[in-house]
Structures are given as structure tokens and as C-alpha cells.
């Protein structure tokens, strides 16, 4: 039973608040965890297999990366999708509305692995747009 009191009223929203803050920070990690694990994706057709072979690594199940090659439109979207959701968590979101409750807003450390996990997805997934332009001038010489 409630009395009323602001000290009560004080306690019920405190959880709520670090749960609030808990959630900002997953979601940054689940939205950069998904645009590298998209761009992954997007790129098995075509510059995995490229730069498994560079390393060494080969084997008859690389052949058959190639048949994504269909799905990359609908891994794009999905990537593009992770990246716009994590770059405006990154960058736009305004911090007033990131640091909620106590002022935990999360360590910069992690915020630097997000914004740089979701410029590597970047770069990865603009390399995989742009493989049928430049591969027949890696692959002629």
C-alpha cells in the first residue's frame, strides 16, 4: 500500500530509470552488433571467399558462399536498416535524453567499440556495393 509519499513515488522510478539506461546501452550494442553481423553477411558472396582464399583457408563449402549472392539486396536492407538505427543512437541522440536517472550515460570505451564497429560495417558493406566494379581489376592482374 502506497502512503503517498514522495519518497516512495522517488523509489518506484529509480529501477525504471537504470533499466532506461541499461536498455540505451544494449541497444547501441545490439544495433552495432548487427550492421558488422549484416555487412558480414552481405559480403559472404563475394569478398569472404576472396579474403578466405588470401589466408589460406580454403575448402568446398566456400564455393557455395556464392549462392547468397540473391539474398544481398535483402541483407543490405537489413544491414542499412542497423546502421541508420545505430548511427542516430550513436551520434544524434541527444545525450539529455541518453543519461537518464543517476547520469550513468556508460563508459566511452564502449561507445568507441560501438562507433567504431559500425564504421568497420560501414566500410564493409560499401566494399561489398562496390565488388562488381573493382573485382575484374583485382581479378585481371
Do not use: H
Request: charged share 15%.
Amino acid at each position: 500500500m502506497s502512503d503517498g509519499s514522495p519518497s516512495m513515488a522517488k523509489s518506484a522510478t529509480a529501477p525504471g530509470r537504470v533499466r532506461s539506461a541499461l536498455d540505451e546501452r544494449a541497444q547501441k550494442k545490439i544495433f552495432a552488433s548487427g550492421s558488422v553481423l549484416g555487412a558480414l553477411a552481405m559480403s559472404s558472396c563475394c569478398i569472404l571467399p576472396l579474403v578466405l582464399f588470401s589466408l589460406g583457408i580454403t575448402g568446398a563449402w566456400i564455393g557455395n558462399l556464392a549462392a547468397l549472392y540473391p539474398y544481398k539486396a535483402y541483407f543490405f536492407v537489413a544491414t542499412a536498416g542497423f546502421l541508420a538505427a545505430g548511427f542516430y543512437r550513436a551520434y544524434r541522440k541527444p545525450k539529455a535524453v541518453a543519461c537518464e536517472g543517476d547520469g550513468d550515460c556508460g563508459t566511452p570505451i564502449s561507445d568507441r567499440t560501438n562507433k567504431a564497429m559500425l564504421w568497420a560495417a560501414t566500410v564493409l558493406i560499401l566494399a561489398a556495393l562496390a565488388f562488381p566494379y573493382y573485382a575484374p581489376l583485382l581479378l585481371d592482374s
